[in-house]
């Protein structure tokens, strides 16, 4: 237990480091010095928790990685502008929200913004709601199914569950408690389900943070460089990196397999801005493209959440062994 509290208070400490480094990297535009703290950053955190339990792992790596992409997505944001975000607004932000723009935080301290407080009730049902799919979770068991089908249905009920209530719950609550105070931001999971395209659903809909992160941090930068086509794909392959260090570090397993499925992700993009450039017929149907985006991102899943993850993380989270 000593040990644990040790590491968490130099968790706390890295990331402190790098709120208070990265607000002069951030002024000063240091972008080369801004992925160097990110590698750094991660590297420590890691190797600091190599020992603990892999929820512990993963929520260490996690925030850590968040906090870091931070610094090299306002350095990139704000390059070529003058910041305009006071010192207590970047650390509001760095710290408390979960996005990648810092701009919404340039009115923080200022009136309450509309819509505040629907977000947050939109979380807190989305909390409920997930509770209710963890219950499910526990009901599927006392069936005594087939071992595979239990296997897949409590693992889909236990994500489902646990997706509402962090990225459709706490998240939105948070969106709307920032509003609050002055802070103009915004919903991150917005309707996924109606998204009628694999673009639409990752640029548009689905963790938008994440979107934010790599159109700043990878695809912009290297677009004009090496073409739009290739600059996507690098942008995915970095998202999966990043499922990687979130995903198989933890667990120690299942290295390679997030990896592919962004990899899988971005072919299927491209793949699909042909298909609507040369008018495909089938994509126009509305019951036909939410149909094929619902396929091409759930039947790849298990390469995403693989069994070691769903097993050593997600089962354990919702409260099963």
Request: with cysteine; net charge positive.
């Amino acid at each position: 237990m000593e040990a644990t509290l040790l590491h968490i208070l130099c968790f706390a400490l890295i990331n402190i480091a790098i709120v208070l480094l990265g607000y002069v990297i951030v002024k000063r535009t240091m972008i080369l010095l801004s992925w160097l703290l990110l590698v750094i950053s991660i590297v420590a955190v890691y190797l600091i928790f190599l020992h603990e339990g892999p929820i512990l792992r993963m929520l260490a790596i996690i925030a850590t990685t968040f906090t870091a992409m931070k610094v090299i997505a306002v350095a990139e944001g704000y390059k070529g502008k003058t910041l305009t975000l006071t010192f207590k607004q970047w650390v509001v932000f760095a710290s408390g929200w979960a996005g990648m723009r810092a701009q919404p935080f340039e009115t923080l301290g200022g009136p309450a913004l509309p819509n505040a407080w629907p977000m947050v009730r939109f979380g807190v049902s989305r909390i409920v709601a997930g509770f209710i799919f963890i219950a499910i979770a526990h009901g599927i068991v006392a069936l005594h199914l087939n071992p595979d089908l239990t296997y897949i249905s409590i693992s889909a009920s236990l994500l489902v569950g646990l997706s509402l209530i962090l990225h459709f719950g706490l998240l939105s609550i948070s969106a709307g408690m920032w509003r609050l105070h002055g802070a103009n931001t915004y919903l991150l999971f917005r309707q996924p389900a109606k998204a009628l395209s694999l673009n639409e659903f990752w640029s548009k809909r689905w963790n938008i943070a994440f979107s934010e992160m790599t159109s700043v941090a990878i695809f912009r930068p290297l677009k004009n460089r090496i073409g739009a086509p290739m600059a996507l794909m690098l942008a995915f392959a970095f998202s999966g990196l990043l499922h990687e260090l979130a995903l198989s570090v933890p667990v120690n397993s299942g290295y390679g397999l997030p990896m592919l499925y962004f990899i899988i992700q971005g072919l299927l993009v491209l793949l699909e801005r042909v298909l609507i450039n040369n008018n495909a017929s089938f994509l126009k149907n509305k019951s036909i493209a939410h149909l094929w985006v619902f396929f091409w991102l759930v039947i790849p899943m298990p390469l995403l959440f693989h069994e070691q993850f769903i097993k050593q993380v997600v089962w354990v989270l919702g409260g099963m062994h």
